[in-house]
C-alpha cells in the first residue's frame, strides 16, 4: 500500500470544501482545461495532495502558486497557517533555519531562559500556549510577523 506523504483530502473532503456533488467533482477531473489537480488512488478511494488543491486555488485567481512570494516587501516564510499547531511548526522551522538554538531565542527576544521550549510543546503538560505578552516577544525573537489573507473559499469544517 502506498503510504501519503502530507495531509491529503478524500473526495468527499473536496466536495465539501467546494459545495459540489461527487458527479461535478467528477466533471471537474475530466475536464483538462480547468486544470483540476490528478488524484492518487488507493484500494479505490481518490485521494487529493492539499498543496495541489491549494495551488488549484491560487492559479484560479491568476495566481502562479511557484513564484516567490512577499508581504509588504518582506520574503514569506511559511505556508498557510490555519491552526495553533501549524503557527508553532512554522515558528519552529523558522528557528531552524535561522540556526538559533532555543535559548539564543530566549536571550534574543527577552524570554525566561527555556520558555521557547515550552512555546514549541504546547501539547505537553510542561507546554504553555503563546499568549498576548509573549507571542510579540516570540516573533521579534524569530524576525517574523504575521499577515493574514483572505481565503478564496471557507476551510474545510474540521469539526464534523
Request: hydrophobic letters at 35%; a positive charge; proline letters at 7%.
Amino acid at each position: 500500500m502506498k503510504r501519503l506523504s502530507g495531509p491529503h483530502l478524500c473526495a468527499r473532503d473536496v466536495c465539501e470544501r467546494y459545495s459540489i456533488s461527487k458527479r461535478t467533482l467528477n466533471r471537474w477531473m475530466k475536464d483538462d482545461a480547468m486544470g483540476f489537480p490528478k488524484p492518487i488512488e488507493i484500494n479505490r478511494i481518490l485521494y487529493w495532495r492539499e498543496k495541489d488543491i491549494a495551488d488549484w486555488e491560487l492559479r484560479q485567481q491568476g495566481i502562479d502558486p511557484n513564484t516567490p512570494q512577499s508581504a509588504a516587501g518582506y520574503e514569506v516564510v511559511s505556508g498557510p497557517i490555519g491552526d495553533y499547531r501549524d503557527l508553532v511548526e512554522a515558528l519552529r522551522k523558522q528557528r531552524e533555519r535561522l540556526k538559533l538554538s532555543v535559548m539564543e531565542v530566549d536571550a534574543i527576544a527577552g524570554m525566561q531562559e527555556g520558555y521557547t521550549n515550552k512555546l514549541e510543546n504546547w501539547g505537553r503538560p510542561y507546554g504553555r500556549g503563546a499568549g498576548p505578552e509573549i507571542l510579540p516577544l516570540w516573533l521579534g525573537g524569530l524576525r517574523t510577523a504575521l499577515v493574514l489573507v483572505e481565503l478564496p473559499r471557507r476551510p474545510r469544517n474540521l469539526t464534523a
